[in-house]
Nanobody
Framework: QVQLVESGGGLVQPGGSLRLSCVAS????????MYWYRRAPGKERELVAR????????RYADSVKGRFTISRDNAKNTVYLWMNSLKLEDTAVYYC?????????WGQGTQVTVSS
């Protein structure tokens, strides 16, 4: 079955950087776009970034544009989210996601806390 496992979250000071990873299994990873979402306390889930199946097309939420970079390594079935210049408002649980054969699949999430 489809599994998505995120890692890389943690506590970081404002202005710092983190790299999130999401390892996928159970489907043909290189054939599907991948997404990173986040949910901050008291807020709705937000689409942060998305990447095409081959990695050539990426899109970002305005709130992270210029600071975050999504990438993928299809040989490793892994999608990354490189987060730079982190702000307090980036604090959230980050989830990777794919839409496969009519269903949404989510990882368990990884907590990112930006605090001084």
């Amino acid at each position: 079955q489809v599994q998505l496992v995120e890692s890389g979250g943690g506590l970081v000071q404002p202005g710092g950087s983190l790299r999130l990873s999401c390892v996928a299994s159970g489907f043909s990873f290189s054939s599907y776009p991948m997404y990173w979402y986040r949910r901050a306390p008291g807020k709705e889930r937000e689409l942060v970034a998305r990447i095409s199946n081959a990695g050539g097309i990426t899109r970002y939420a305005d709130s992270v544009k210029g600071r975050f970079t999504i990438s993928r390594d299809n040989a490793k079935n892994t999608v990354y989210l490189w987060m730079n210049s982190l702000k307090l408002e980036d604090t959230a649980v980050y989830y990777c996601n794919t839409y496969y054969r009519g269903s949404d699949y989510w990882g368990q999430g990884t907590q990112v806390t930006v605090s001084s």
